[in-house]
């Protein structure tokens, strides 16, 4: 059962748009994640979140922006879409007590931008 | 500074047969490790880990990895696989004790495709 629910799962949109990838988890996990993931690729961190009103930038610079106003959301904007955002995004929590960075994920947004 | 190095980027292998997924990390501190698993159109989900204690660990799906330190490895391997294993594998590493406090310092390797066939 899937505790991190991402949506849209997939999305098509012409250049310039502005879009934004919904997360949400029921488990109560203070911290959260944003990953950008390309084939063949290792999972880069774009966005991370220890608790509300909290957001970093993680390793991989990226134009996107982040919220965090409730514990459970955690949602990704990107302003003006370019080609160069195509790619998977994936969403993921853990909860800081647990001392061994367990993630959980959804199952991930495609975004294909033309 | 921490990085993983999945050997393999894809490996093919018949369906009951052994397989091994190869993982190295280097790192200057105690580490956490772990193993996940991503399914077609779906996300990671995890599949063990290795914290402290035994070196061997066993996950589930039947998958077990060995934690040796002295070469820096942390393969998978399972001894029997299904088509219903074909995915594609992450290795992670984090540092551990105090400065584990959060995925922020997770590194993933680039994945290995596991792919069974009949």
């Known amino acids: 059962e899937a505790d991190i629910y991402q949506t849209p799962r997939y999305l098509v949109i012409g250049t310039g748009k502005k879009i934004t990838l919904e997360c949400s988890q029921t488990m109560g996990h203070d911290k959260m994640y944003w990953y950008q993931q390309d084939p063949g690729m290792e999972l880069h961190l774009i966005h991370y979140s220890y608790g509300v009103n909290s957001t970093e930038k993680g390793d991989l610079s990226s134009e996107s922006t982040v919220s965090r106003i409730r514990t459970e959301h955690f949602p990704l904007t990107l302003e003006s879409a370019r080609p160069s955002h195509t790619s998977q995004y994936l969403c993921?929590?853990?909860?800081?007590?647990?001392?061994?960075?367990?993630?959980?994920f959804g199952a991930g947004s495609r975004l294909t931008v033309l | 500074a921490q990085s993983v190095t999945q050997l393999d980027s894809q490996v093919p292998v018949f369906e009951e047969a052994p397989v091994e997924l190869r993982c190295n990390y280097s790192?200057?501190?105690?580490?956490?490790l772990f193993w996940y698993v991503q399914y077609p159109n779906q996300g990671l989900q995890l599949l063990l880990k290795?914290?402290?204690?035994?070196?061997l660990v066993k996950g589930i799906n039947g998958f077990e990895a060995e934690f040796n330190k002295s070469q820096t490895s942390f393969h998978l391997r399972k001894p029997s696989v299904h088509i219903s294993d074909t995915a594609e594998y992450f290795c992670a590493v984090s540092g551990g004790g105090l400065s584990s406090g959060s995925a922020r310092q997770l590194t993933f390797g680039s994945g290995t495709q596991l792919t069974v066939l009949p």
């Open positions: 993921a929590s853990s909860w800081g007590g647990s001392g061994a960075n367990v993630l959980t």
């Open positions: 290795y914290l402290s204690g035994s070196t």
């Open positions: 790192s200057s501190v105690s580490v956490y």
